[in-house]
């Protein structure tokens, strides 16, 4: 019987020991899990207060935000009324239509007049350019009228598509430009002057003027470029620019009774008589209810600036109509008053210096069939690419 007691009570006392260590290794786990609970519960706590910060700054960006809306839907408001109180711009355009052969100056000569700011060492050779120049601003009652120069420079290997553009378009000013050598020409070149003779014969001159071009164009400008191919004083490269290209002015001057009719001599590359271009284009095109104080100013400007030793610094007299005598006509002077009479006085005439006299009696005229003279030798100094 005792043995029978003692195996019951260690029996018992192990279930006891047991249940001990079940109960310890419970405690040992819940202890653990109670300690990742406060750890999460403190990070909870920090998530918490930075997500509060947050949304205080969010709350505050948001209430900067609506002022700054309302601030900008003010100022969208307001702009909009004082918008509303502007006149508005009305455009007017004015097209200008450059012709001639290829490698005559054609887009040099035009962006010296339209865009002076222009590189002209990056140019090359195109089909068609248009070029924009605004002339002036004239406010009226209710509306700015934006009087602009849309230039239309057209290849010398599209005159075709030019005239198209003749027919079709109103064209307000005619530009014509010849030279009086290629590219690299040192001196003037005849064959050169007779290519372009037979493009613009009295033919192609009939076509080019036909009555429908003839009721929207103002002016056309004969621009005979590259003079500083000729040798002698300012007034003689003119005469010889002007005998060599004797055909065409005549043809030209059949036109004059119904369009004003220009001729110029000069150089694009150096800048001769191109700025007489723009105040003509303004006298002749634009009316004189488009002109402005800025305007008035850049015509001033451009007949008072000195541009070198430029072959024509005077403006050339108009065609008169053809003489029924197979001479070439002569250049009669307008009697029209230029703007440039009105702004500015006309220059006093300036006594030529002793080399210049020295220079005129020294150079003759070359008539346009006899040979070319060598220019005189200029100290080595070589002419730049036109």
């Given at each position: 019987?005792?043995?029978?007691?003692?195996?019951?009570?260690?029996?018992?006392?192990a279930?006891v020991?047991g249940?001990?260590?079940?109960i310890?290794?419970?405690?040992?786990?819940?202890?653990?899990?109670?300690?990742?609970?406060?750890?999460?519960i403190?990070?909870?706590?920090v998530e918490?207060?930075r997500l509060?910060?947050?949304?205080?700054?969010?709350?505050?960006e948001?209430?900067r935000?609506?002022?700054c809306?309302?601030y900008?839907?003010g100022?969208?408001?307001?702009l909009?009324?004082?918008?509303e109180?502007?006149?508005?711009?009305?455009?007017?355009?004015?097209?200008?239509?450059t012709?001639?052969?290829?490698?005559?100056?054609?887009t040099s000569?035009?962006l010296?007049w339209?865009?002076?700011?222009?590189?002209?060492?990056?140019?090359?050779?195109?089909?068609?350019?248009?070029?924009?120049?605004?002339?002036?601003?004239?406010?009226?009652?209710?509306?700015?009228l934006?009087?602009?120069?849309?230039?239309?420079?057209?290849?010398g290997?599209?005159?075709v598509?030019?005239?198209?553009?003749?027919?079709?378009?109103?064209?307000?000013?005619v530009l014509?430009?010849?030279?009086?050598?290629?590219k690299?020409?040192k001196?003037f070149e005849q064959s050169?002057?007779?290519?372009?003779?037979?493009?613009f014969?009295?033919?192609?001159?009939?076509?080019?003027?036909a009555?429908?071009t003839?009721?929207?164009?103002?002016?056309?400008?004969?621009?005979?470029n590259?003079?500083?191919?000729?040798a002698g004083?300012?007034?003689q490269?003119?005469?010889?620019?002007k005998?060599?290209?004797?055909p065409?002015?005549?043809?030209?001057?059949?036109?004059?009774?119904?369009?004003?009719?220009?001729?110029?001599?000069?150089?694009?590359?150096?800048?001769?008589s191109?700025?007489?271009?723009?105040?003509h284009?303004?006298?002749?095109?634009?009316?004189?209810?488009a002109?402005?104080?800025?305007l008035?100013?850049?015509?001033?400007?451009d007949?008072?600036e000195p541009?070198g030793p430029?072959p024509s610094?005077?403006?050339s007299p108009?065609?008169?109509?053809?003489a029924?005598?197979p001479?070439p006509?002569?250049?009669?002077?307008?009697?029209?008053?230029?703007?440039?009479?009105?702004v500015?006085?006309?220059?006093?005439?300036?006594a030529?210096s002793?080399?210049?006299r020295v220079?005129?009696?020294?150079?003759?005229?070359?008539?346009?069939?006899s040979?070319?003279?060598?220019?005189?030798?200029?100290?080595?100094?070589?002419r730049?690419?036109?």
């Amino acid at each position: 019987m005792f043995p029978v007691v003692i195996i019951l009570i260690a029996l018992v006392a192990a279930c006891v020991v047991g249940v001990l260590v079940l109960i310890g290794v419970r405690a040992s786990k819940l202890a653990r899990e109670l300690e990742q609970a406060e750890r999460k519960i403190e990070l909870l706590h920090v998530e918490n207060g930075r997500l509060g910060g947050t949304l205080t700054a969010l709350n505050d960006e948001h209430a900067r935000a609506e002022s700054c809306l309302e601030y900008m839907d003010g100022h969208i408001k307001s702009l909009s009324a004082e918008l509303e109180r502007r006149p508005k711009i009305v455009r007017k355009t004015y097209r200008i239509l450059t012709l001639g052969v290829k490698a005559t100056g054609k887009t040099s000569l035009t962006l010296k007049w339209a865009n002076p700011l222009i590189d002209l060492g990056t140019l090359e050779g195109t089909k068609f350019e248009r070029y924009e120049r605004t002339v002036s601003h004239v406010p009226q009652k209710d509306v700015v009228l934006e009087h602009v120069f849309e230039v239309h420079d057209w290849g010398g290997e599209h005159i075709v598509e030019a005239v198209q553009q003749l027919i079709v378009d109103e064209i307000h000013g005619v530009l014509i430009v010849v030279d009086l050598g290629g590219k690299e020409a040192k001196q003037f070149e005849q064959s050169r002057i007779q290519e372009q003779l037979q493009e613009f014969q009295a033919q192609v001159l009939k076509f080019l003027f036909a009555p429908k071009t003839l009721t929207s164009c103002k002016t056309v400008v004969l621009f005979i470029n590259k003079s500083d191919l000729l040798a002698g004083t300012p007034a003689q490269v003119e005469e010889q620019a002007k005998k060599l290209y004797a055909p065409l002015l005549e043809n030209l001057s059949r036109f004059s009774t119904q369009v004003s009719v220009r001729v110029l001599v000069g150089s694009a590359s150096y800048g001769h008589s191109t700025h007489l271009l723009f105040s003509h284009f303004v006298e002749r095109i634009l009316p004189k209810s488009a002109y402005d104080v800025q305007l008035l100013q850049r015509m001033k400007s451009d007949v008072s600036e000195p541009r070198g030793p430029a072959p024509s610094e005077r403006p050339s007299p108009e065609l008169p109509p053809a003489a029924p005598a197979p001479e070439p006509a002569a250049i009669a002077e307008d009697p029209v008053i230029s703007v440039a009479e009105l702004v500015a006085p006309p220059p006093l005439p300036r006594a030529a210096s002793t080399s210049e006299r020295v220079a005129g009696l020294k150079s003759t005229i070359r008539l346009p069939g006899s040979p070319p003279k060598p220019p005189p030798p200029r100290g080595g100094e070589e002419r730049g690419e036109r």
